[in-house]
């Protein structure tokens, strides 16, 4: 399949074509190809949600989760689990719906921090549900196996278990493909040394990337309530400072940790649209790219940030910085919610646009009365306009979204279900 969208708008204003042949981005123009008009359009990269927690796109809105302590708020989220059942069948609902609307809203690639583990369900059961609603759907998933206090051993189990069978899906068992594998503890706040150990070390093994949560609310209080110290002097002392790590969130770390995580070789993830509006904090992200720390962008779940838009939230990023001392640009939050994110998953070829790289990329309609006057394009596409969503949407050179519509699924139908579902549980 060859496809040239032409006539793209580009960061001075001028028209540019971009080339896709078997589901690659090609600078050679071929003849036979699908020829799109995208004039008034930028076209960018995939967008890729470096943080997302898809299960809680059935548990948004939730009464008791919105402005709460975030010590609150994990018990009432973990009490609804259990009330309607966390089970394959509604893990696979919401997956569907988060993905979903992930793709309508440019998001190509999400990376699932999965907590949630039910007695009596086995925890490839609910990885393969989740993968394989990604896979009908058509998005790229990078699935993170983690942790809420549960056994070190039983983890490492269901990770090789889970490992396995992803090969069997991707047919390639590093996950360099559609589908990879993390392996990540929710926290400090709920998992201790042994499972952070046990973790890296599997990691190690099967050659999976690691990714947990730090700073965050509940994590700073308890880490000093426990240990008597700050999350990132546990992570330390775990070997969980060190490249092929992504720490989400940092809100409010101090200059000191500031130099700590730029010099561990980690990388991060900020998610403003969980950590502002929750009130639990601001990461310093200006202050982190200056010192050369590669930071993507992640939306979070539903239970604090009940969209999965991660273009709003890098809108978020930009406005919010100010706040922190150092004021990002546009350009940078961009490059968070692209190439950022995907280098957080080991995944360079991602989030780009370069010749030979996967033909993952969004075309944005910027001819409308909302863009009129904008001077500065890549500016604009965040700041003027407040939720946009891409026109089409294309994935490793298949389209999955034209003129607004999702091609892989019935959306509404995907909503109804899952509805169905939670009206059959409460």
Not at 6 to 32: K, N
Not at 139 to 168: K, M, P, Q, W, Y
Not at 367 to 379: F, I, L, Q, R, T
Request: charge should be negative.
């Amino acid at each position: 399949m060859s496809t040239v969208l032409r006539g793209a708008l580009t960061s001075v204003g001028t028209s540019s074509d971009v080339a896709v042949v078997d589901g690659t981005i090609t600078t050679v123009l071929p003849t036979d190809a699908e020829i799109v008009d995208v004039s008034g359009c930028i076209v960018t990269p995939g967008l890729v949600n470096a943080h997302h927690h898809l299960l809680q796109s059935a548990f948004r809105t939730l009464p008791g989760t919105r402005g709460v302590r975030m010590a609150g708020w994990l018990s009432v989220m973990g009490q609804a689990y259990r009330d309607y059942a966390v089970a394959p069948e509604l893990g696979a609902a919401a997956a569907s719906v988060g993905v979903a609307e992930s793709l309508l809203c440019g998001v190509t690639t999400v990376a699932d921090h999965h907590l949630t583990w039910p007695d009596g369900v086995p925890p490839v059961d609910l990885a393969v549900a989740t993968a394989g609603a990604a896979d009908a759907l058509g998005a790229r998933l990078c699935f993170v196996r983690g942790t809420t206090g549960e056994d070190a051993d039983a983890v490492v189990d269901s990770v090789r278990a889970i490992h396995s069978a992803f090969a069997g899906m991707d047919g390639d068992p590093v996950g360099r493909g559609m589908l990879q594998l993390a392996v990540g503890p929710s926290g400090a706040h709920t998992d201790g040394p042994e499972t952070f150990a046990a973790l890296r070390d599997v990691a190690r093994e099967l050659g999976l990337l690691r990714r947990t949560q730090s700073n965050e609310q509940v994590d700073v209080e308890r880490a000093a309530e426990k240990y008597g110290c700050r999350p990132l002097d546990l992570l330390a002392d775990w070997g969980w400072l060190e490249p092929g790590v992504t720490l989400a969130h940092l809100c409010g770390i101090s200059e000191a940790e500031l130099e700590v995580v730029a010099s561990s070789g980690v990388t991060v993830t900020h998610a403003p649209g969980c950590d502002v509006p929750m009130g639990w904090g601001i990461a310093p992200v200006g202050d982190l790219l200056d010192r050369g720390v590669t930071v993507g962008l992640g939306t979070s779940g539903g239970g604090s940030n009940d969209g999965g838009h991660l273009l709003a939230d890098a809108r978020l990023a930009v406005q919010v910085s100010g706040l922190t001392g150092r004021v990002l640009t546009a350009e940078e939050a961009l490059g968070m919610a692209t190439a950022g994110s995907a280098a957080g998953l080991g995944r360079p070829e991602l989030g780009v646009l370069d010749a030979g790289t996967p033909a993952d990329l969004c075309v944005w309609d910027c001819s409308g009365v909302a863009d009129a006057g904008v001077h500065d394009w890549p500016a604009g596409l965040l700041w003027a306009s407040p939720g946009r969503r891409p026109r089409d949407v294309m994935v490793a050179g298949e389209w999955v979204v034209r003129d607004g519509e999702l091609l892989t699924a019935d959306a509404h139908g995907l909503a109804a279900e899952l509805n169905s579902l939670l009206a059959q549980r409460s």
